[in-house]
């Protein structure tokens, strides 16, 4: 392989790194998205348990702030667009999926043009059978080895 090649291969890896990490990050924040009604649902419980305790100081104040945070934070999830956050997924992972298909192939074909070839023994390359084997002497006929071993 020429080293040009090499290069374009190597940036071509590079490059999937970054296409693998966008797509993990368009998979994790359609999750996200997916999964924003447990949030809720665990929001909802959390202070469910702060008002039934009925004490109110410092620490439930903290608590009621973080439950806050929490809410808004679900809130901007949930005003996301749905249909972007699936269709920028699909993307990312196509994008991704083309790329490590096309450094597979690259790498096939630099791995098909670098190996050596094996020589065929019915074209007089390899080795050829011992006397002896399969009940054939080396002094035989081909029709007369034939006759001695049938799978000839």
């Given at each position: 392989?020429?080293?040009?090649?090499?290069?374009?291969?190597?940036?071509?890896?590079?490059?999937?790194q970054v296409l693998a990490r966008r797509a993990a990050k368009a998979r994790a924040e359609a999750d996200e998205y997916i999964n924003i009604g447990s949030e809720f649902v665990a929001i909802h419980e959390a202070l469910n348990a702060i008002l039934s305790a009925g004490e109110i100081d410092n620490e439930t104040l903290r608590r009621l702030d973080a439950l806050q945070t929490r809410r808004e934070r679900a809130h901007r999830i949930l005003e996301k667009d749905s249909t972007t956050l699936f269709d920028r997924q699909r993307q990312a992972e196509s994008d991704r999926d083309a790329l490590a298909d096309e450094i597979a192939r690259i790498e096939w074909r630099r791995n098909l043009n670098n190996r050596?070839?094996?020589?065929?023994?019915?074209?007089?390359?390899?080795?050829?059978?011992?006397?002896?084997?399969?009940?054939?002497?080396?002094?035989?006929?081909?029709?007369?080895?034939?006759?001695?071993?049938?799978?000839?």
């Open positions: 392989m020429r080293h040009g090649d090499t290069l374009a291969l190597a940036a071509m890896k590079k490059e999937y050596q070839p094996e020589p065929h023994p019915e074209r007089g390359g390899g080795k050829s059978p011992k006397a002896g084997e399969h009940g054939v002497s080396s002094h035989q006929r081909p029709d007369e080895q034939r006759r001695a071993d049938p799978s000839f």
